[in-house]
């Protein structure tokens, strides 16, 4: 949450001993709904093992944990049955992309890091652990997370900034045997998916004929194109704020290079204004009034929208001109919320059980496809299933299990 009011100089600095003389009324940030949900912290740490007497403790700790502790010097694999480790996720991040806040460092990001834990573990029942450090370059963020491996079984990234989320997030899987997953790329991409999946079903529409067109190519823009081109959408242009990404343009990133060079197949040139122009699917992943609505009656009939900014979307569903068939955003008081939670926790929680090394694009396109799958009856209002509908998270698992025995099978 963004504070934007002038500071008061007046008041005094909030301490640690003025909250604990009287929490409720030495914080004047209390009278935010959001803040008394915060005071703490999120989560707490709780033993799955009693201690009530001298017995207990010599199992959990000294002498007979050594015991435990060389048998796992002896098997490493070990580690796995007689630790937490195989329930366990980092979820790291080092604060320069957070949420649409930006870089605003790893101690504010904390909130929000124990938030994703929070979901991990109610949707998922996987215990995710906040881990934010300062931390700045590609070595830096890559060394941190080899150094944590041995404690995890997957490693979660957020809020990292692009283009070094990339390097990080490919190194970093080079480095460790555990899965680690990008969730602001993999998890909003397979979600998107799921969703033009069901899309396609309602306008009727086969999936290789489509042109989608993604406003905004950063982390999210770059993973949604790669894994909407590998289900076999017909062509994916990419906008950035100069224009069209096209092979004439002098000032293409390495990490934007995909648009050039698989994206854009017709070579089409201009603004924002002609990239929407006959497109059949419109995503934003920009901010509020990236496109307009007239070039959104541009597109072809039956068309769809997602506005994914958050938490004000690049158009509002009720401005979208006649020939848009279905909206999604990011809001949960629409229909159609595009939401990472509906991907992160069962994607994790089939990582974790089936003993995966590695989350490949296998694996999130069977993750889309499951998640696609909930909705029997796709419709213009109900293209993807809500955050708390029972079962997401469960059939997202059972699909990345499912691929990777299979895969495991035809070694």
């Keep these: 949450m963004s504070i934007t009011s002038e500071p008061d100089t007046d008041t005094p600095p909030l301490t640690s001993a003025a909250l604990a003389a009287d929490p409720l009324t030495a914080d004047p940030l209390l009278a935010d709904p959001a803040f008394p949900v915060h005071v703490g912290g999120k989560l707490v740490v709780q033993s799955r093992t009693a201690v009530d007497g001298p017995d207990d403790l010599s199992l959990v700790y000294t002498p007979g944990v050594g015991r435990v502790s060389q048998a796992v010097a002896d098997e490493p694999d070990a580690v796995w049955r007689y630790t937490g480790r195989g329930n366990a996720v980092a979820v790291l991040s ?159 990133t390495e990490a934007k290079r995909w648009f050039v060079d698989i994206g854009n197949r017709w070579g089409r040139r201009g603004d924002v204004d002609e990239a929407i122009r006959g497109a059949d699917v419109v995503i934003g992943l920009s901010g509020p009034g990236a496109f307009g609505i007239d070039a959104l009656a541009t597109m072809n009939d039956g068309a769809a929208v997602f506005a994914l900014a958050n938490p004000v979307p690049e158009v509002m569903p009720s401005d979208v001109p006649s020939n848009v068939a279905v909206v999604a955003t990011g809001r949960s008081d629409f229909a159609n919320q595009i939401n990472n939670v509906l991907a992160f926790p069962g994607l994790f929680r089939g990582l974790l059980d089936s003993g995966a090394r590695a989350c490949t694009r296998e694996m999130k396109l069977a993750a889309a496809s499951a998640l696609a799958g909930i909705v029997t009856d796709p419709r213009p209002d109900r293209i993807i299933p809500g955050a708390f509908e029972p079962g997401v998270a469960d059939r997202v698992s059972a699909a990345v299990r499912a691929h990777v025995m299979d895969s495991a099978r035809k070694v």
């Design 94 to 252: 080092n604060g320069t992309a957070v949420l649409g806040l930006g870089d605003i460092g790893p101690e504010a990001a904390l909130p929000v890091m124990e938030g994703k834990a929070v979901l991990f573990k109610q949707f998922g029942g996987v215990d995710a652990y906040p881990v934010c450090v300062n931390a700045r370059t590609v070595d830096e963020m890559v060394a941190i997370g080899k150094a944590i491996a041995p404690t995890f079984g997957g490693i979660n990234l957020e809020d990292i900034a692009a283009p070094q989320c990339f390097e990080i997030e490919r190194r970093l899987q080079e480095e460790v045997d555990i899965p680690v997953v990008h969730d602001d790329q993999h998890g909003t991409a397979i979600v998107v998916l799921a969703a033009l999946i069901n899309t396609a079903k309602v306008v009727g529409k086969p999936l290789a004929d489509m042109t989608v067109t993604i406003i905004g190519v950063g982390a999210a823009g770059r993973a949604c194109s790669e894994l909407l081109h590998a289900y076999g959408i017909g062509d994916v242009i990419g906008v950035d704020r100069n224009g069209i990404l096209d092979g004439s343009r002098r000032d293409v």
